[in-house]
């Protein structure tokens, strides 16, 4: 797993959920860039993707981002919040470059 320190290596300018969805993206990109997964019989993708592309039909930037994250098998069987069933992609530390501001 990628461990995270709540109090210690969110960037002070991390400040809304986008911005927070955007950073872990990121986080999880730049551990895992080669990292794929099975999605489907013969179907295959990377488990983390960003990419930043140009709209031309409003004139924006956009981010755009996918995960694709194991869930275990005890979500079909155990209470709690969806996102404690997630399961690590790997075991890596968030790069220093995404600590700073």
């Known amino acids: 797993?990628?461990?995270i320190n709540i109090a210690t290596d969110i960037p002070s300018q991390v400040?809304?959920?986008e911005k927070l969805a955007a950073w872990c993206a990121?986080?999880?990109?730049?551990?895992f860039p080669d990292m794929t997964v099975v999605?489907?019989?013969?179907?295959?993708?990377r488990?983390?993707?960003?990419g930043d592309f140009w709209v031309?039909?409003?004139l924006k930037t956009r981010k755009i981002v996918r995960l694709s994250l194991q869930v275990s098998a005890d979500?079909?069987?155990n209470s709690g919040k969806p996102w404690i069933f997630v399961q690590p992609l790997g075991n890596t530390a968030i790069?220093?470059?995404f600590k700073q501001n």
């Open 56 to 58: 031309a039909a409003d």
């Open 75 to 77: 979500h079909l069987s």
């Open 95 to 97: 790069p220093a470059a």
């Open 26 to 31: 990121g986080i999880l990109f730049a551990n």
């Open 39 to 45: 999605e489907g019989v013969g179907y295959t993708e």
């Open 15 to 17: 400040d809304t959920v």
């Open 47 to 50: 488990a983390a993707q960003v």
């Open 1 to 3: 797993m990628t461990a």
